[in-house]
């Protein structure tokens, strides 16, 4: 009797769940068919169904469901929680009408950020009106990191926010190793297209993400602001290169540049000091091979009524070494012309194509004349140029020796011809 009487009561229990589940499915407002990441199917979190994800990709979720009544100020959602960090994974649509009888599609998008750690979350579709009750379905997925990816967590200047032109501007990047994998030999380049500058590091190792060492700030990386640059806001550029040149993964900042005092605007009318001195330059452009020096010319004539001190100052440019000959101050006395030569040798790394470079003549502190140099770089010197330049080379000096032969010649004629006219005289 005991036996019978338990029996009918585990049946009549079980008749009275499963009515209150099919009432609750014959109630819902709304009901999902179809969940799609990137046009692939989801299957519900009760068949365990799991998706390999790579995190820092963007994934778009179309929610494909059915209404079975009329509601207003409808939403779809799609959401992961457990995520440590403001910028959350989740999304949601426009407010909208449904229909009774009436099959919807919503999309989304969910961005996977590189901070996510790699585990597997609980992919959450939710549809819910003003009044109703939400409905919700579940999905596993599971989140793996990439085999190479590094990430640039951090950008820091020294100066922070502006440079003075002229000056130095040390940048340090800090960066985190994402990927499943040890990265060797990574390249952290900084550049300032706009101004023609750029220098490089390298970090040896950055182990794979979890590790002790998958986080390492690069050296102080140098770059040299030109000296007349002008005031304004420029782009820096960083490119972290890795997996042996295969990966590249890249940033922006701003720097703001103020102009040099020293460095005054470049006027039409010359000054009245630049009108005392004639300053000529030539050439303003040059071929320029790596390995090999081009040569600029700058002649200054003293039209003055005193002694005059010049300054001839070369904005460097990473591209290239610089030196002035013979000296990089001319003292010329009233009336006296000089000239100054600056010799280019472009570096190996040095950018194919048109440089440039400026060059700035002072004295007693005021800038008479400011001049943009170029120096088109090629990527080798051919056997040709190299003996036309020797040839070129051998001519100039063959020129010069025959001036100065000249010369030697007709001293000696003069001092010739004046003994003979004094051994000529007869004295009584």
């Not at 998008?109 to 585990?119: E, I, T």
């Not at 400026?358 to 800038?367: C, L, R, W």
Request: net charge negative; hydrophobic share 40%.
């Amino acid at each position: 009797m005991i036996k019978r009487t338990m029996k009918l009561f585990w049946v009549l229990a079980l008749a009275s769940i499963s009515a209150l589940l099919l009432t609750g499915v014959a109630n819902a407002a709304f009901v999902i068919s179809d969940v799609e990441l990137d046009e692939d199917s989801l299957t519900d979190s009760s068949t365990n169904f799991v998706r390999d994800i790579e995190k820092g990709d963007e994934f778009n979720v179309k929610v494909h469901f059915f209404s079975t009544v009329d509601a207003d100020d409808v939403q779809v959602s799609a959401e992961i929680r457990g995520y440590d960090h403001d910028d959350r994974v989740e999304d949601i649509s426009d407010v909208f009408d449904a229909k009774a009888n009436v099959t919807y599609v919503k999309k989304l998008s969910l961005k996977f950020p590189q901070r996510l750690d790699q585990d597997r979350y609980k992919l959450r579709v939710q549809i819910q009106d003003r009044d109703s009750p939400t409905f919700e379905q579940t999905y596993e997925l599971e989140i793996d990191a990439a085999r190479h990816l590094i990430q640039i967590k951090d950008v820091v200047f020294s100066p922070e926010n502006k440079v003075v032109a002229g000056r130095a501007l040390l940048t340090t990047v800090r960066l985190q190793n994402r990927g499943e994998q040890d990265e060797e030999g990574i390249k952290v380049k900084v550049s300032i297209p706009e101004l023609g500058i750029s220098a490089s590091d390298f970090i040896d190792e950055l182990e794979a993400e979890g590790s002790d060492d998958d986080e390492q700030s690069s050296e102080e990386i140098y770059l040299r602001i030109p000296s007349c640059a002008d005031t304004g806001d420029y782009t820096v550029n960083i490119d972290v290169t890795f997996d042996e040149g295969d990966e590249v993964v890249s940033a922006t900042r701003k720097i703001t540049v103020e102009s040099d005092d020293s460095c005054a605007p470049i006027s039409s009318s010359p000054s009245k000091e630049e009108r005392k001195t004639t300053i000529v330059v030539g050439p303003d452009s040059l071929n320029v091979v790596p390995g090999q020096e081009a040569m600029y010319q700058i002649a200054l004539t003293n039209s003055g009524s005193s002694a005059r001190t010049y300054t001839i100052a070369v904005d460097g440019a990473s591209w290239a070494n610089f030196r002035v000959s013979p000296s990089n101050v001319l003292v010329l006395q009233p009336g006296e012309s000089g000239a100054a030569y600056i010799f280019v040798s472009a570096k190996e790394d040095a950018p194919a194509g048109q440089n440039s470079f400026a060059v700035t003549v002072s004295s007693n502190g005021e800038v008479l004349k400011q001049v943009a140099l170029k120096a088109n770089i090629s990527e080798s010197a051919s056997g040709w140029d190299k003996v036309k330049d020797g040839l070129e080379i051998g001519l100039i000096i063959l020129v010069v020796l025959l001036v100065i032969l000249g010369l030697i010649i007709g001293f000696n004629k003069l001092k010739g011809n004046g003994e003979d006219e004094e051994e000529s005289k007869t004295y009584y």
